[in-house]
């Protein structure tokens, strides 16, 4: 008799999440910041405008891959063949909560501020006149309205540009009844327009571009009724396909890819609540979209761009109380970087601590005639100019400077290709990584002749050369002079520039080679160690968590004994605390005034503790399709350190965390609502914040 086939194994059992569904659930977390009370109104308002951002990107880069699971069946109807059903669902529910967000809580909010956002209908002779002058002199001469007929088709709408469908009465002026106009809103023009105090009755009154526009449509089409009119707004299959194999020179194929980038399929229609169902069916049609891709809003169809207000208010009391990290601690002033580094590394913990000092490392490295050669990878450098400024000074000076430019990094590929250009055209090294990955390890090299000796000296990160940025996003710099760890990173940096094989390295480990494997065998090994009845921990602290190999290895560590606590601020498709099977993994996401960005590691065995700094999120791609790099702290009182600030305190944050449930839901922890609450964040803030020098006495 043939015996029964065994059950799965229990890790195999359990039904992961959707990652989708979990990236929307991060956003309903970000949205929580635009509810809470205690949080200022313009800040309020800022966090809105993330959601919708984040939201944008969302349909920009995930949407296409569910598009093809629609099969439209008849007008204004679809059969959905796959659950994405259940996703477009939560991705309007969301919308929903946004509106009624900015409608019936921030829109009063500020108004008991004094600060207005005024429609046609509540103004006042004046100021309708003001508007209409700026129309007239502003908005009109950059607008051209296309009549649809076989001569004028339907226009190129660009992704997220603003633009409006009117419905005409009546004829044109070559007699034919042509009724259906686009007018297409040039990008320059500013969504947000402060009136002025004549006409503001003291008060802080702004006009919403379309407001003005809607207002004069009537302006625009000379001897024809405007009828039934609907702003409108297209976002656009945004992600970028080069075959890398078959292109001979990646950069110029790029920037040709980046003018067509605007025209990719359309994903989703935005149009006002107001908008007839003709109009929309009619748009919908337009564009290829199915029913559910269509999103009727009660407000202006574009809420990024009010961010804009936040510029043009002046009311402190309105924001976040400025905060200024201190400069790094650990770095001594006055004291050369390299005589530092020879006797210990240095961690800075951004923003707490300002990314100034690796930005004066690169300038003293760039001024120092002892310097013969510096590596920099470049991925999102934004546009601030202060790191580039210093590359190029440093070819100037004679330097030897190689740049590996990610041209891939997504949505920052035009800045590369101009950065890459200008370094490129003054003698700088510039190379482009590896085909078919993309190079998202943070790494920077400087090689000093000191006397007989050439020394090598590191930065390494979790988070971008981004100065902007590095005020905004939590990270961790590790700048050392290990001659294990810099030595890795110099192979790696020949490795990335010349492609011969890497060979075995020291203390890192890099993707897509040996970070994938390493980090599953630490895991097991502590799963079978728990399973001799050894205790095992494992915190980890990273954006996304994604891959299904290493979420299996975590969840069979948990079977076995080992407590298992992630910090994961996005998408985690674990879930976690689900009886019989996760039952000793905890999952948390800390959601605060900054983003959460660094990713840290840490395994314990007994006694034995290891803390792993990397670039990498533990997601299917970052370990497979990228170059990333992962680094051990071996510095004792930086490992302590670490471990104190990026995983205690996030563990035991009652202010700002959220607890990731057994069927993927989140829950704020208990006394998130009380404002005294322990909040990590802030108590980083408090520990690093630069202090006022204390006022004199008066005698």
């Known amino acids: 008799m043939l015996n029964a086939p065994s059950a799965a194994p229990a890790h195999h059992r359990l039904r992961l999440l959707d990652r989708d569904h979990s990236i929307l659930a991060f956003n309903e977390r970000v949205l929580d910041w635009a509810r809470r009370p205690d949080v200022p109104a313009l800040e309020r308002l800022r966090y809105l405008c993330i959601v919708s951002s984040n939201l944008d990107e969302f349909f920009e880069v995930r949407a296409a891959l569910h598009m093809a699971h629609v099969v439209a069946d008849g007008p204004g109807r679809e059969r959905a063949v796959n659950p994405v059903a259940a996703l477009w669902a939560k991705a309007h529910g969301l919308v929903e909560r946004q509106y009624a967000l900015y409608n019936n809580e921030l829109l009063p909010t500020l108004a008991r501020h004094h600060i207005h956002i005024v429609s046609h209908g509540e103004r006042s002779v004046a100021q309708r006149r003001w508007v209409k002058e700026y129309f007239e002199r502003e908005v009109r001469p950059l607008l051209i309205p296309v009549g649809l007929d076989p001569a004028h088709p339907f226009p190129q709408v660009a992704n997220k540009s603003l633009n409006f469908i009117v419905q005409l009465g009546g004829k044109d002026a070559f007699g034919r009844q042509n ?5 297409k809103v040039p990008r320059v023009l500013p969504r947000v327009i402060r009136m002025p105090a004549k006409v503001s009755d003291g008060k802080t009154l702004f006009v919403l571009l379309s407001s003005v526009i809607r207002a004069h449509l009537q302006d625009l089409f000379s001897g024809r009724e405007v009828g039934q009119f609907s702003q409108f707004r297209v976002t656009r299959n945004s992600d970028l396909a080069v075959d890398e194999e078959d292109v001979r020179n990646l950069r110029t194929a790029l920037r040709l890819g980046l003018a067509h980038r605007h025209y990719g399929q359309a994903v989703r229609l935005e149009v006002s609540a107001s908008c007839s169902d003709h109009l929309a069916g009619l748009l919908l049609a337009q564009f290829g979209l199915p029913h559910d891709a269509q999103y009727r809003v009660p407000g202006p169809v574009n809420l990024v761009r009010l961010q804009q207000l936040l510029d043009l208010i002046d009311e402190p009391s309105l924001l976040f109380a400025p905060f200024e990290g201190c400069y790094p601690r650990q ?56 790191m580039m400024d210093l590359l190029r000074e440093a ?11 990610e041209l891939k990094a997504r949505f920052d590929e035009e800045t590369n290709i101009n950065w890459a250009e200008q370094l490129e055209s003054i003698g700088a090294q510039v190379v482009y990584g590896v085909v078919g990955l993309k190079t998202h390890a943070k790494m920077l090299l400087v090689t000093r002749r000191e ?17 902007r940025t590095s005020r905004l ?12 760890l810099t030595s890795d990173i110099d192979n790696l940096f020949v490795h990335l520039a010349s492609q011969v094989r890497l060979p075995r390295l020291n203390l890192a480990w890099t993707a897509p080679f ?5 980090l599953i065998e630490r895991i097991d090994a502590l799963s079978d160690a728990a399973a001799r009845g050894e205790e095992g921990r494992i915190v980890l602290k990273m954006n996304a968590l994604t891959d299904e190999p290493m979420i299996r290895a975590l969840v069979r560590a948990g079977q076995h004994g080992v407590k298992i606590d992630l910090i994961v601020r996005g998408a985690c498709v674990l879930p976690a ?3 019989g099977l996760t039952d000793n993994i905890r999952v948390r996401s800390v959601i605060g005034r900054f983003l959460e960005h660094s990713r840290v590691f840490y395994f314990r065995q007994g006694d034995s503790e290891e803390v792993y700094l990397s670039s990498a999120d533990w997601m299917n791609r970052n370990m497979l399709r990228r170059v990333e790099l992962a680094w051990p ?18 563990l035991h944050d009652r202010r700002d965390a959220w607890e990731l449930m057994p069927d993927g839901s989140y829950e704020r922890v208990p006394g998130a609502d009380d404002p005294s609450s322990h909040g990590a964040q802030n108590a980083l803030m408090d520990r690093y914040a630069v202090k006022a020098p204390p006022k004199a006495r008066r005698t």
């Open 179 to 183: 009724d259906i106009a686009i007018v």
């Open 331 to 386: 770095i001594l002033p006055g004291q050369s970087f390299f005589d530092q580094l020879r006797v210990r590394d240095i961690a800075i913990h951004q923003p707490f601590e300002s990314f100034e000092g690796v930005i004066d490392f690169l300038r003293e490295a760039v001024a120092d005639p002892q310097v013969l050669a510096i590596k920099q990878t470049i991925y999102r450098t934004g546009s601030d100019p202060v």
């Open 395 to 405: 070819v100037r000076t004679g330097k030897e400077v190689t740049a590996v430019v």
């Open 451 to 467: 006397g007989r000796r050439l020394v090598r000296y590191a930065h390494v990160s979790t988070g971008n050369y981004n100065p």
């Open 473 to 484: 996003y939590t990270d961790l710099s590790y700048l050392t002079a290990d001659p294990l």
């Open 514 to 518: 040996h970070l994938h494997r390493k």
């Open 577 to 579: 605390r689900v009886p």
């Open 633 to 650: 702290v071996t510095d004792p009182h930086i490992r302590r350190r670490i471990i104190d600030e990026c995983l205690v305190a996030y």
